[in-house]
């Protein structure tokens, strides 16, 4: 089993930056990558970004390219999501996930690991 834990959400007005971790444990042999996902209120979780585990490859969902930025860390086993220009819009619980297979995987089920969530509120 390989267990996700978040860190780093808050409250931060419109225009500004956080940056999210996720440290993995467990059977971290088992990633072969990780990404972010978030659910607003009343809406579907959905994918973010995701990144390779052991090489070079990121993925970024349209909405998200250009402001944010997934990098990883191996020898600590975490991940990060440095988040840009922030809008009311990207307000939500984001979601560090794992998964045995490939990166550029956006569907929620095909996911194997899940972090709790850590709230991130842009305010206008």
């Known amino acids: 089993q390989v267990k996700l834990e978040e860190s780093g959400g808050g409250l931060v007005q419109a225009g500004g930056s956080l940056r999210l971790s996720c440290a993995a444990s467990?059977?971290?042999?088992?990633?072969?990558?990780m990404g972010w996902f978030r659910q607003a209120p009343g809406s579907e979780r959905e994918f973010v970004a995701s990144?390779?585990?052991?090489?070079?490859?990121?993925f970024y969902t349209d909405s998200v390219r250009g402001r944010f930025t997934i990098f990883r860390d191996n020898t600590k086993n975490t991940m990060f999501l440095q988040m840009n220009s922030l809008t009311p819009e990207d307000t939500a619980v984001y979601y560090c996930?794992?998964?045995?297979?490939?990166?550029?995987?956006?569907?929620?089920?095909?996911?194997?690991?899940w972090g709790q969530g850590t709230q991130v509120t842009v305010s206008p």
């Open positions: 996930a794992g998964r045995m297979g490939g990166a550029r995987q956006t569907v929620v089920d095909m996911w194997d690991y």
């Open positions: 467990g059977r971290t042999e088992d990633l072969n990558a």
């Open positions: 990144i390779r585990w052991g090489r070079d490859g990121t």
